[in-house]
């Protein structure tokens, strides 16, 4: 349980770090809090033979709303991310969903760039990109470049970033307006990789039908999975509970694809999908309604 | 082998400087370097919650961090909680009274877990005790005693402030 020897960088700028990127793409990982890099490391199932350290760079750590969305630098930490007041305001998908993310401890070091990045298909950050249509900025030595979430994820553990490139800022739009919000996983421990999770957002229009929905899924494939089709069910309808029913139908058997683990069966995977996606569903509906 | 670095980590408001090649681990670093061996480690990946220390005062993995992370920076151990052996932190104390432990091995990663908790949650109610201490995993106590002695430690937390 020791890692593998590496040599060591630890930049305190960008710019450095983008150098040293361009130097060593092919060798080196970049270490953001570690909390997915470092126990891969601890069994060895990961061997880079170079780290370069991101936590000095203080100039990639903030939160700050910019006109209508809010600019979150890569290196945040998770716990920032759950306590920040703009995030808890202008996105509060986001803000509900962060204690899901791992425990306490691991939120504290674990950033919202390295999360993103490492794309497991069981983690909260990418599901909720995804619903949230956020784009990412990233960055060599270069330029720079936005990527939209839908266009970043391109299977198990992998992202559309070049071997050079890093992600250096997130770009959250607001809320729009009678956005309703619901975040809904089911773990076999709080804390634990969920079996099945879901992020919904649902909007309506002023006459208090469907505008549009969202419909995004953790541990449902190779990635997240956003339902398209699903929400797409929902648009410019009045809402009920027998159409919440048909859209969790549809994601559960048609759109998501579990491989199913130890701890749930593909079958109960979609099962959990479809009650989640129905329960997700009215909440999100309701507070539309509210807010 | 590849290069050693210096580091200079205050650990328990003592600075100490060692040499360290950069996969060591602070865990490793905190046991095997300086002694301080009541930082336990059970899993090594993140898991079990044994071996969390306070790093800048927030509760983290150091078996998750490399030593020379922690350079210049300030970590605080279970051998930091208590200012000598007759005066326990008022956690330790109940966690002694209420019999929060059992074998004790995994003792220290949730008293470095509770610490920064109380503090920013001074009344807590069950739920946020246990979803607090959700990344610590105990064989022994089931966790009702655990639940117990932060409720007393909360009481006696206030009553001293």
Redesign the interface.
Known sequence: MKPAPFEYHVPDSIEQALALMHEHADDAKILAGGQSLVPAMNFRIMQPSMLIDLNRIAELSYIREDGNVIRVGAMARERHVEFDPSIAKRTPLLHEAAPNIAHPQIRNRGTIGGSIVNADPAAELPVLMLALSARLKAKNKSGERWIDAKDFFAGMFTVALEPDEILVEIELPFAEPRTGWSFMEVAPRSGDYAMMGIAALVTLDKSGKCKSAKLVYLNAGDGPVDAVAAAKMLEGEKLNDKLFESAAVHASEKEITPFGNIHASADFQRHLAKMLTQRALKQATQRAGEV | ???S?TVTIKVNETEYSREV???M?LS?FLRHELGLTGTHVGC???VC?AC?IM?DG????S????A??ADAHNITTVEGLASDQENLHPLQQSFWEAHGLQCGYCTPGILM?LVP?LKQNPNPTEEEI???I??NLCRCTGYQHIVDAVKLAAEKMQVVE
Do not use: N
């Open positions: 082998m590849t290069q670095v090649e950069p996969r681990l490793d090594e990946h993140g919650g969390t790093f927030e509760s983290a993995r078996c998750l961090m490399f020379v992370q877990t908790f246990r979803h607090a959700s990344g």
